[in-house]
């Protein structure tokens, strides 16, 4: 995916973009740590089930590194890529962008992390991951 000392996006669409809004903050009035991991957790998920062609379920945050704050009204970008496959279950890499001072287009990395999802049936047992379409 980016470099970490990229300036710009990623060339790729983003698997989800939301803007950080005041309600997202913790006690210092930056964007809570909590809120970035819930919308990795998202991103990460998107990619699993378009991967496994059907619901995955996260089973392990495996790393996640903060890099840097994300503060209020910063438009903050996941890219979610499954990087491995096993029979049942997908690792999947999950970067975070900010864009923030957008009329001066900056943009930095602020958070990385690794996931293992689990693809499911229709009553929560593991199966196969199929191979995407």
Do not use: C
Not at 76 to 104: I, L, P
Request: glycine letters at 6%; zero cysteines; a negative charge.
């Amino acid at each position: 995916m980016a470099d970490e000392n990229s300036l710009s996006l990623p060339e790729i669409e983003p698997t989800t973009r939301v803007l950080a809004m005041p309600t997202d903050t913790n006690a210092a009035g930056d964007i809570f740590g909590g809120w970035i991991m819930s919308q990795v957790d998202i991103a990460g998920s998107i990619a699993a089930h378009r991967h496994a062609g059907g619901r995955a379920v996260t089973v392990a945050v495996n790393a996640m590194q903060f890099k840097k704050p994300v503060y209020v009204a910063d438009l903050v970008s996941f890219y979610a890529e499954v990087q491995k496959v096993g029979n049942t279950s997908m690792t999947v890499f999950v970067e975070v962008f900010a864009e923030r001072n957008r009329q001066q287009h900056e943009v930095v990395k602020v958070t990385e992390a690794t996931l293992t999802f689990v693809a499911i049936d229709d009553d929560g047992r593991p199966r196969a991951v199929k191979a995407p379409a």
